[in-house]
């Protein structure tokens, strides 16, 4: 028999698969595996041996969800290579059970939280959010986690805080491209404060369903669908409220193209690719790109009176 793979890259609209499909499809794929028709590999990358998370769905969107063949095979995650597929195939060394985040510098309550706790500190929600990568492609996902500002406030921020630094794991035992410069180590990301505080930014432990994959950024990552993908950060360790804008790594690596903010924005182009359009992973014609990924109404209140051009 055989089974098409299709190169996101190629894929046309038609191809593209809802939630309700792609399940439905996976559950065939195995049934099929199991009466010996594919191969077990083949119906394995369908059907994820990855624990089901229990969560209230509180966000939907009115747009076809990327497939989780997609989702989870064209990555940025430059700890495990820098090819859209190297994080699929490179991430398995990863160890995201035990894990521990620290969250500390200017709180009242410094602590260090085991993710088994962490998942069952907060109830599990599902939001589907759009991602958008600085390179022009954007995805639709069906995240799993909870608020940010959630996890912040257990620490008590002191008044003095206004900003939040995001650090990765660091361990070239388990992250071959650590051996690499391409970026400064460990990943480090940041936000404003009234920004992690907002309830649209989300700590997320889960996709589809499911715990994160490991190319996804196992075991929790920060999403904040109105910025770049870049400020997404995987596999967090630390959590560091802080009163200094804190360096990002892309802004460290090129800070003509990379600024701290990362709103997305189609009327200010990175130097190397317009933003006025994207291309919708599983879709063949580009759409035009929203202000603040489309989520303008609910978070433009945080930049009144800020100039875009300069506060890239
Ligand atoms: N986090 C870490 N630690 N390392 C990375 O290389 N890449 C970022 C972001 N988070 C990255 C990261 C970029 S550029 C994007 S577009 C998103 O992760 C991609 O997330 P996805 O692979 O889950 O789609």
């Known amino acids: ?9 190629q894929a046309r609209e038609a191809e593209a698969t809802d939630e309700a499909v792609y399940w439905n499809r996976r559950a065939v794929l195995g049934g099929m595996a199991m009466a010996g028709l594919l191969p077990a590999a083949c119906a394995e990358a369908k059907a994820p041996n990855l624990a089901p ?5 509180t966000r939907s969107l009115n747009e076809k969800l990327t497939p989780y063949s997609s989702v989870t095979n064209y990555n940025n995650f430059y700890e495990f290579g820098t090819s859209k597929e190297d994080p699929a195939r490179n991430a398995g060394t990863l160890r995201p059970e035990p894990w521990s985040v620290r969250i500390d510098g200017m709180v009242a309550k410094p602590q260090v939280i085991d993710i ?3 998942r069952k500190l907060f109830p599990l929600e599902e939001r589907v959010y759009r991602l958008r990568c600085v390179e022009g492609w954007s995805m639709v996902i ?9 996890l912040i406030k257990l620490a008590d921020p002191l008044g003095k805080a206004k900003y939040v630094a995001f650090e990765t794991l660091n361990d070239p035992k388990q992250m071959p491209g650590l051996r690499s410069s391409v970026l400064q180590w ?8 009234d920004e992690a505080l907002h309830p649209l930014a989300m700590i997320t432990v889960g996709l589809y369903g499911r715990v994160l994959p490991n ?9 904040v669908p109105w910025k770049y993908g870049f400020k997404s950060i995987k596999s967090i360790t630390r959590i ?7 360096p990002t790594s892309w802004n460290r690596s090129a800070p ?17 690719w317009s933003q006025a359009t994207e291309r919708r992973i599983g879709e063949y014609t580009r759409r035009k790109t929203l202000p603040f990924n489309g989520y303008e109404a609910e978070v433009a209140g945080l930049y009144r009176g800020m100039n875009f051009q300069k506060n890239f």
Request: net charge positive; glycine share 6%; hydrophobic share 45%.
């Open 53 to 57: 998370l229990a969560a209230r769905k």
């Open 215 to 223: 190319q996804n950024g196992a075991p929790l990552r920060l999403v």
């Open 186 to 193: 460990p990943y480090v990301e940041g936000l404003r404060l």
């Open 240 to 246: 560091r409220l802080t009163d200094r804008m804190p």
């Open 142 to 150: 069906p995240w799993v986690g909870f608020p940010l500002a959630a």
């Open 1 to 9: 028999m055989l089974i098409r793979i299709i190169d996101p890259a």
């Open 256 to 272: 003509d193209e990379y600024g701290f903010y990362a709103n997305v924005n189609p009327a200010v182009d990175h130097p190397r």
């Open 116 to 118: 088994d706790r962490l």
